[in-house]
C-alpha cells in the first residue's frame, strides 16, 4: 500500500490556518487574555460608546432629512475646486470631522449604494473623511488620556488640517474617469423624517447606531486578544528589539516600539499605552498619537472594509489616504509643538 502524502497549499489555506492559530493561541494564553479583554471592553464601554453612540445616532437622523441637499448647494463652490468632488460630499466631509471613524465610511458606501456621487467621487471621499471625532480626540485622548484639554485641542487642529491636505491631494484619484449625471438625494431615499413617522425614524436610528457601536466594540475585543497573544507569545519583543537600532540612531525611546505596534493594529489601546509613557518630551508622545490618530489602525481598516465590501468601491484609496494622513498628522503637530510655544509640553 503506497503511503498517502497530504499536500496543504499554504496560499489557499492561509485563513483558516490564521483563525486556527489564533483559536489555538486563546486556549493556550486565556490566563493572560482574560484581563486585557475586559480592559478592552472597560475601555470601549467607558470612552467609546458616550464619545461616539450619541454622534452615530445623530448622523442617521440627518440623513433623513434634506440637510444633504442644502449643504450640496451651498458648497458645490468649494467641494469642487478643492476636492473634486459634487457638494453633497460636503455632508461626509463634515459629518465624518463630527463624529469619528467609520461614520465618514458608512456615509461615502451609502452615497454609492444611492448613486448620489460616482464611484470615483466616492473612493476620494474614503481617502480623507473617515476620521476621529473631537469627542474622541479631545474627550477620550485629550482630557482623560493625557489629561490636558489643550493637548486634546492641538491633535484635533492637526488631524483636520492633514485630512484637508490629503482631500486635496486626491482630488487627482482617477481624474479623468467620466462623470455621470446624478439625481437628488430625496429622489432616492426611501424614508424622509416627519412628524408622523419620527418614532419610526429614530427607532431605525439607534437601531443602526447600536450596530455599529457594537461593531467597534467586536474590533477593539478582538485585536485586544490578538495584542495580549503577540505579547505573552514575545512576538512583539522580537519585533521591539529589530527596530529598537532605528529608534536608538534617531534618538527616541525604544518604549515606545510596543505601543506604537498596538496601535498600528487598534488605536485605543495604542494611545492609551503612548500616553502613559513618562517621557520628559512629551512631544514625542503627542506626535506618535498623532500619527496613530490619522492613520486609524488596522481595526478600523476592517471595519471600513467590512463597509465598503457591499459596493465596488475599492479600498485603495482609503489606505493610502489614512497612511498620509498619519505621516502629515505628525508632520503638522512637529511644526505647532516648536512654533507655537503654547503647544509646547515638552519639560
Not at 198 to 219: K, M, N, P, R, Y
Amino acid at each position: 500500500m503506497k503511503p498517502s502524502f497530504y499536500v496543504v497549499k499554504v496560499k489557499r489555506n492561509i485563513l483558516p490556518l490564521i483563525f486556527l492559530g489564533f483559536t489555538i493561541c486563546l486556549l493556550v494564553f486565556s490566563k493572560s487574555n482574560l484581563p486585557v479583554v475586559k480592559s478592552g471592553l472597560t475601555l470601549w464601554a467607558t470612552s467609546v460608546v458616550p464619545s461616539l453612540f450619541p454622534f452615530f445616532v445623530s448622523t442617521e437622523l440627518l440623513m433623513h432629512t434634506n440637510i444633504v441637499t442644502i449643504l450640496g448647494n451651498i458648497l458645490n463652490r468649494y467641494m469642487k475646486p478643492l476636492f473634486n468632488i459634487r457638494g453633497e460630499g460636503a455632508f461626509a466631509f463634515i459629518m465624518g470631522i463630527i463624529s469619528g471613524y467609520p461614520v465618514g465610511a458608512k456615509i461615502a458606501t451609502n452615497f454609492r449604494k444611492n448613486n448620489i456621487c460616482s464611484k470615483e467621487e466616492c473612493e476620494r471621499l474614503l481617502s480623507f473623511t473617515n476620521n476621529s471625532g473631537p469627542l474622541f480626540i479631545i474627550g477620550t485622548v485629550g482630557i482623560l488620556m493625557f489629561g490636558s484639554t489643550t493637548i486634546g485641542l492641538l491633535l484635533f487642529i492637526t488631524h483636520i488640517l492633514a485630512c484637508i491636505s490629503v482631500g486635496i491631494i486626491f482630488r487627482f484619484w482617477k481624474k479623468n474617469s467620466s462623470n455621470t449625471s446624478y439625481g437628488s438625494y430625496f429622489s432616492l431615499q426611501s424614508k424622509r423624517v416627519s412628524f408622523s413617522n419620527l418614532g419610526e425614524v429614530l427607532a431605525d436610528s439607534i437601531t443602526s447606531s447600536i450596530s455599529t457601536i457594537l461593531l467597534i466594540g467586536g474590533f477593539v475585543v478582538i485585536f485586544s486578544s490578538v495584542i495580549s497573544i503577540l505579547k505573552s507569545s514575545g512576538l512583539i519583543n522580537v519585533l521591539s528589539t529589530c527596530i529598537s537600532p532605528l529608534f536608538n540612531f534617531i534618538n527616541i525611546d525604544s518604549s515606545f516600539i510596543s505601543p506604537l505596534i498596538c496601535g498600528f493594529l487598534e488605536i485605543t489601546n495604542g494611545i492609551n499605552s503612548i500616553s502613559q509613557i513618562a517621557c520628559k518630551k512629551l512631544s514625542i508622545n503627542i506626535i506618535f498619537t498623532a500619527f496613530l490618530l490619522g492613520f486609524g489602525g488596522i481595526s478600523v481598516l476592517l471595519q471600513v472594509l467590512s463597509i465598503t465590501s457591499k459596493t465596488d468601491l475599492s479600498i485603495k484609496p482609503y489606505i493610502y489616504g489614512k497612511i498620509l494622513q498619519g505621516i502629515l498628522a505628525s508632520v503638522y503637530t512637529y511644526i505647532f509643538i516648536n512654533v507655537i510655544p503654547f503647544f509646547n509640553f515638552d519639560i
